[in-house]
Antibody, heavy 121, light 108 residues
Framework: QVQLQESGPGLVKPSETLSLTCTVSGGSVSSGSYYWSWIRQPPGKGLEWIGY???????DYNPSLKSRVTISVDPSNNQFSLKLSSVTAADTAVYFC?????????????WGQGTLVTVSS | EIMLTQSPGTLSLSPGERATLSCRASQSVSSSYLAWYQQKPGQAPRLLIY???SRATGIPDRFSGSGSGTDFTLTISRLEPEDFAVYYC?????????FGQGTKVEIK
């Protein structure tokens, strides 16, 4: 059974960089057919895709966040990470990591439980 | 950028009733990339339907998906107490993912 677990600070100051890590168990971030993704959800609002990284290292990001986002992968620790720079209160959200299956059919099949990140001084 | 518009925003129904949720895309999307998720408070979304009409593993057959092109529908044939939740449609086109804004199914 694949499991994903987010970790990182729950409080970040405005203008600083938000950093989260997703640790994957029961599967490998080096496997093909999967896009390792970050999605966020502001309190009481809907889901917003942030970006993904493929096992090859290729990435793509939501255009609205692209200038501030970096997603990287660490195969040796079976983790992938999110960095979001210059955060503001609008970046306060529950951040989910998720695996996107991509092989003739396409869907997010496994999600982390989510971690709340609050941007506040 | 493709937008997904879900309607209604809130659906107030009683257990045992039928729920029909709509997801409309701003341009045609491949059914292969259209999925539906259920989210309960404090939980991560759960995959219900992929490929517009295929149920995910363990999803009861009261959930069904249909549609093509720009119009997709999630139907819950008879609402059970555990089905009251928020439902999101989702699509992937040109390396970009988009979620609808969600439909909340609440107890009437």
């Amino acid at each position: 059974q694949v499991q994903l677990q987010e970790s990182g600070p729950g409080l970040v100051k405005p203008s600083e960089t938000l950093s989260l890590t997703c640790t994957v168990s029961g599967g490998s971030v080096s496997s093909g057919s999967y896009y390792w993704s970050w999605i966020r959800q502001p309190p009481g609002k809907g889901l917003e895709w942030i970006g993904y990284i493929y096992y090859s290292g290729s990435t793509d990001y939501n255009p609205s966040l692209k200038s501030r986002v970096t997603i990287s992968v660490d195969p040796s620790n079976n983790q992938f990470s999110l960095k979001l720079s210059s955060v503001t209160a609008a970046d306060t959200a529950v951040y989910f990591c998720a695996r996107y299956y991509s092989n003739s059919l396409y869907y997010f099949d496994y999600w982390g439980q989510g971690t709340l990140v609050t941007v506040s001084s | 950028e493709i937008m997904l518009t879900q309607s209604p925003g809130t659906l107030s129904l009683s257990p045992g009733e039928r729920a029909t949720l709509s997801c409309r895309a701003s341009q045609s999307v491949s059914s292969s990339y259209l999925a539906w998720y259920q989210q309960k408070p404090g939980q991560a979304p759960r995959l219900l339907i992929y490929g517009a009409s295929s149920r995910a593993t363990g999803i009861p057959d009261r959930f069904s998906g249909s549609g093509s092109g720009t119009d997709f529908t999630l139907t819950i044939s008879r609402l059970e107490p555990e089905d009251f939740a928020v439902y999101y449609c989702h699509q992937y086109v040109n390396s970009q993912w988009t979620f609808g804004q969600g439909t909340k199914v609440e107890i009437k």
